[in-house]
């Protein structure tokens, strides 16, 4: 409460995947906390930051129901929320792309991000060709399916004939029994593995990037980077949990650790789930079609982690039927305020 009374601006970020049901209750809890229930959020500016083309929120398949009871719709975004249209938002549409800059590869992604797929986009996107052997071996395939990912990683790392290590993370706190961790509590790799790195190192790799292990130490793992063929050594880093309180006697807000959590930010990188990909700049993808896609923003994600187009391959055909984008989103995105 006293967090929210003093607090000038909240940030929402990555809002395509806030379920309305969630922002409906940080609008209860800050008008509670503020003592202002006349205001949504309680007076409290809000800032709401993310692309609606990419995935949807999460909901169980035992929850739609209630949702479709609640907001009308199975699959609700943020913005049916009851507070969305209290809060008086201005929308505002950022224009410039930073990952790609190839004029033609971003007219085909716009087209798809809008549902104004063509025949003519998906044969551009399947001219790529398809993955080759050779392709995949510094590839990351991407596939709507996590069974599939984990899969591909367990068989990949198996084929590889040297010893295996084994790399036990170390949690603390709220970290001991998250099911949301930064890096894989038990990171399984041998030489010769492709991986690809989780955090960010500013100007050595970023989150994304490709490499394959070379050495496979106790507190070190030497990694030749994708491209540059530069060999960068990987120690463990720490991630840190925090929560953040009310300091009566300074009169300000101070951040208190509850959790740590070490691993090195590596994982196999031979395939990712689309989901897990989203946030995500790769060197060199295979976009796994052979089951189709099953949900809204699956191919324009997918499509669009590389920085060329000539880093991207398939594994089967995109069809028009793959391209899934929900109609509400469009309506929502064209709609002028």
Same mark, same amino acid.
């Given at each position: 409460?006293?967090?929210?009374?003093?607090?000038?601006?909240?940030?929402?970020?990555?809002?395509? %995947?806030?379920?309305?049901?969630?922002?409906?209750?940080?609008?209860?809890?800050?008008?509670?906390?503020?003592?202002?229930?006349? #205001?949504?959020?309680?007076?409290?500016?809000?800032?709401?930051?993310?692309?609606?083309? #990419?995935?949807?929120?999460?909901?169980?398949?035992?929850?739609?129901?209630?949702?479709?009871?609640?907001?009308?719709?199975?699959?609700?975004?943020?913005?049916?929320?009851?507070?969305?249209?209290?809060?008086?938002?201005?929308?505002?549409? %950022?224009?410039?792309?930073?990952?790609?800059?190839?004029?033609?590869? $971003?007219?085909?992604?716009?087209?798809?991000?809008?549902?104004?797929?063509?025949?003519?986009?998906?044969?551009?996107?399947?001219?790529?060709?398809?993955?080759?052997?050779?392709?995949?071996?510094?590839?990351?395939?991407?596939?709507?399916?996590?069974?599939?990912?984990?899969? %591909?990683?367990?068989?990949?790392?198996?084929?590889?004939?040297?010893?295996?290590?084994?790399?036990?993370?170390?949690?603390?706190?709220?970290?001991?029994?998250?099911?949301?961790?930064?890096?894989?509590?038990?990171?399984?790799?041998?030489?010769?593995?492709?991986?690809?790195?989780?955090?960010?190192?500013?100007?050595?790799?970023?989150?994304?990037? !490709?490499?394959?292990?070379?050495?496979?130490?106790?507190?070190?793992?030497?990694?030749?980077? !994708?491209?540059?063929?530069?060999?960068?050594?990987?120690?463990?880093?720490? &991630?840190?949990?925090?929560?953040?309180?009310?300091?009566? $006697?300074?009169?300000?807000?101070?951040?208190?650790?509850?959790?740590?959590?070490?691993?090195?930010?590596? #994982? $196999?990188?031979?395939?990712?789930?689309?989901?897990?990909?989203?946030?995500?700049?790769? =060197?060199?993808?295979?976009?796994?079609?052979?089951?189709?896609?099953?949900?809204?923003?699956?191919?324009?994600?997918?499509? !669009?982690?590389?920085?060329?187009?000539? =880093?991207?391959? $398939?594994?089967?055909?995109?069809?028009?039927?793959?391209?899934?984008?929900?109609?509400?989103?469009?309506?929502?995105? &064209?709609?002028?305020?």
């Amino acid at each position: 409460q006293s967090v929210l009374m003093r607090t000038d601006l909240l940030v929402i970020d990555e809002v395509s %995947m806030v379920r309305p049901d969630m922002l409906d209750a940080m609008d209860l809890l800050s008008r509670e906390a503020r003592g202002n229930h006349l #205001q949504p959020f309680g007076g409290l500016q809000v800032l709401l930051v993310g692309d609606l083309a #990419q995935l949807p929120p999460v909901i169980k398949p035992g929850a739609f129901e209630a949702f479709e009871y609640k907001y009308g719709m199975r699959q609700p975004y943020f913005f049916h929320s009851d507070v969305y249209p209290e809060g008086n938002f201005r929308k505002i549409e %950022m224009e410039r792309v930073y990952r790609q800059n190839d004029t033609e590869l $971003l007219e085909h992604l716009g087209r798809i991000r809008m549902n104004r797929c063509t025949a003519e986009d998906t044969a551009y996107f399947n001219a790529c060709g398809q993955a080759s052997p050779e392709y995949l071996k510094t590839a990351v395939t991407l596939t709507p399916y996590r069974n599939v990912a984990d899969i %591909m990683n367990s068989r990949r790392l198996a084929e590889i004939h040297a010893p295996s290590r084994r790399y036990m993370a170390t949690a603390t706190g709220s970290f001991e029994t998250s099911r949301d961790c930064p890096a894989p509590r038990v990171l399984e790799l041998k030489p010769g593995a492709l991986v690809i790195f989780n955090r960010n190192n500013p100007g050595v790799w970023i989150n994304g990037t !490709s490499g394959i292990v070379r050495t496979a130490g106790d507190d070190s793992i030497e990694v030749e980077l !994708s491209g540059s063929g530069r060999i960068v050594s990987v120690e463990r880093e720490e &991630w840190k949990s925090y929560r953040y309180d009310f300091d009566r $006697l300074s009169g300000r807000v101070v951040e208190t650790e509850t959790g740590t959590f070490t691993q090195f930010p590596l #994982q $196999l990188g031979y395939a990712l789930t689309i989901h897990k990909a989203q946030g995500k700049t790769l =060197d060199r993808v295979a976009i796994d079609m052979k089951h189709g896609a099953f949900a809204h923003g699956q191919i324009y994600v997918a499509l !669009s982690r590389t920085r060329r187009r000539e =880093d991207i391959r $398939l594994i089967g055909r995109i069809s028009e039927e793959d391209i899934i984008t929900d109609p509400t989103v469009v309506e929502f995105l &064209w709609k002028t305020e």
